[in-house]
């Protein structure tokens, strides 16, 4: 069964860093693009980057751009989203998806909240 | 970034029903453009992809259409399962951003 499976739900305080991460199972993991959507409560959803685990090649969008840090280690199939300095405003549930035809997100994960609060 | 816009932002149906939700891009993203299926605390779900290409798995009687800057998911004969919000991607270009969302509400 192809899947991405994400890490827990996190609670932190403003200036804390935090890496989530997204590990894919079933399929080639160097094969396809994982992306990063970001939902904030009660919100749309928010593309925020992708990457290629194959060579880590990533694109940001300009929005998130200096804000997270996406990276892979190909070596155990997993994808990360990091911060370094968290903010109240980056409460919101984070899910990866896995790139596939016509560059949808046919995989997604099952999402992880992050509540960043003092 | 391309925009897009989805309308309506809300929508209020019957069992049964046809409905249409739009999709309006910014600029031409030829075919690129996926619709999803979100139900409360789930992850999305992919319905459609390149315009009008049905995902494995989904029923039939969810069908898009259109190309360029102006696209359409039709729902045809709406079931309870179906009440859900909807959101259109493009994917001609990164950042492949998405419409606000469409929530389909029973009536």
């Known amino acids: 069964e192809v899947q991405l499976v994400q890490s827990g739900a996190e609670v932190k305080k403003p200036g804390e860093s935090l890496k989530i991460s997204c590990k894919g199972s079933g399929y080639t993991f160097t094969g396809s693009w994982i992306g990063w959507v970001r939902q904030m409560p009660g919100k749309g959803l928010e593309w925020m980057g992708i990457i290629f685990p194959g060579d880590s090649d990533i694109r940001y969008s300009s929005s998130f751009q200096g804000q997270v840090t996406i990276s892979a280690d190909k070596s155990i199939n997993t994808a990360y989203l990091q911060w370094s300095s968290l903010k109240a405003s980056d409460t919101a549930m984070y899910y990866c998806?896995?790139?596939?035809?016509?560059?949808?997100?046919?995989?997604w994960g099952q999402g992880t909240m992050v509540a960043v609060s003092s | 970034d391309i925009q897009m816009t989805q309308s309506p932002s809300s929508l209020s149906a019957s069992v049964g029903d046809r409905v249409t939700i739009t999709c309006r891009a910014s600029q031409s993203v030829t075919t690129y453009l996926n619709w999803y299926q979100q139900k409360p605390g789930k992850a999305p779900k992919l319905l459609i992809y390149?315009?009008?290409s049905l995902q494995s798995g989904v029923p039939s009687r969810f069908s898009g259409s259109g190309s360029g800057t102006d696209f359409t998911l039709t729902i045809s004969g709406l079931q309870p399962e179906d009440f859900a919000t909807y959101y259109c991607q493009q994917s001609d270009r990164t950042p492949n951003t998405f419409g606000q969302g469409t929530k389909l509400e029973i009536k």
């Open positions: 390149g315009a009008s």
């Open positions: 998806a896995r790139r596939a035809a016509q560059d949808a997100f046919d995989i």
